[in-house]
T-cell receptor
Framework: AQSVSQHNHHVILSEAASLELGCNYS??????LFWYVQYPGQHLQLLLK??????LVKGIKGFEAEFIKSKFSFNLRKPSVQWSDTAEYFC??????????FGQGTELSVKP | GAGVSQSPSNKVTEKGKDVELRCDPI?????LYWYRQSLGQGLEFLIY????????KSGLPSDRFSAERTGGSVSTLTIQRTQQEDSAVYLC????????????FGQGTRLTVV
């Protein structure tokens, strides 16, 4: 079955620390990849996306992600986190033109 | 509309009662998704629509759950004979099409079964 795995359930960092959140998916064909973010009390919103082309994609608020096809991975990174990055982060995959499948989410807490 | 709208925002119901949750997608969006968000469970896929048809209903937890979409627009998720384990936030999202387009989410309906 198609699935998305996020390795970290809860990450706690201090401000200015670097961030990397892991995401792996299980689907061998063409995929579209997304990272969504849910700030406290707000609805889910798109952080960045990959459809094709340059495997290193940049999103809002200084986030970036790298698609590594051979590893079925789409890890999210940010060089220096801020307190305002405290949120829950979800990796999502659409295999071809099918349904949008989410990982379990990673809660990020940034200490000021 | 300006965004995806869900109603009600909160619903408290007694065990055994039926509930209907409504989703108004962004105008013109052909794809519509329903998810359930429980603490520690991430976003559990329930069903998605392409137009009025549902190519994938595999995520519906039991036959107590059903959903329909009419006119390629509004969708209703119905839970019959609610159980306490149905308590969760039910999220709706829509996108211009399935695949390589962004999905826009509503604020969700928080369902509490007492």
């Amino acid at each position: 079955a198609q699935s998305v795995s996020q390795h970290n359930h809860h990450v706690i960092l201090s401000e200015a620390a670097s961030l990397e959140l892991g995401c792996n998916y299980s689907y061998g064909g063409t995929v579209n990849l997304f990272w969504y973010v849910q700030y406290p009390g707000q609805h889910l919103q798109l952080l960045l996306k990959y459809f094709s082309g340059d495997p290193l994609v940049k999103g809002i608020k200084g986030f970036e992600a790298e698609f590594i096809k051979s590893k079925f991975s789409f890890n999210l990174r940010k060089p220096s986190v801020q307190w305002s990055d405290t949120a829950e982060y979800f990796c999502a995959v659409t295999p071809g033109r099918g349904k949008l499948i989410f990982g379990q989410g990673t809660e990020l807490s940034v200490k000021p | 509309g300006a965004g995806v709208s869900q109603s009600p925002s909160n619903k408290v119901t007694e065990k055994g009662k039926d509930v209907e949750l409504r989703c108004d997608p962004i105008s013109g969006h052909t794809a519509l998704y329903w998810y359930r968000q429980s603490l520690g469970q991430g976003l559990e896929f329930l069903i998605y629509f392409q137009g009025n048809s549902a190519p994938d209903k595999s995520g519906l937890p039991s036959d107590r759950f059903s959903a329909e979409r009419t006119g390629g627009s509004v969708s209703t998720l119905t839970i019959q004979r609610t159980q306490q384990e149905d308590s969760a936030v039910y999220l709706c999202a829509s996108s211009a099409q399935t695949g390589n387009t962004e999905a826009f989410f509503g604020q969700g309906t928080r369902l509490t079964v007492v």
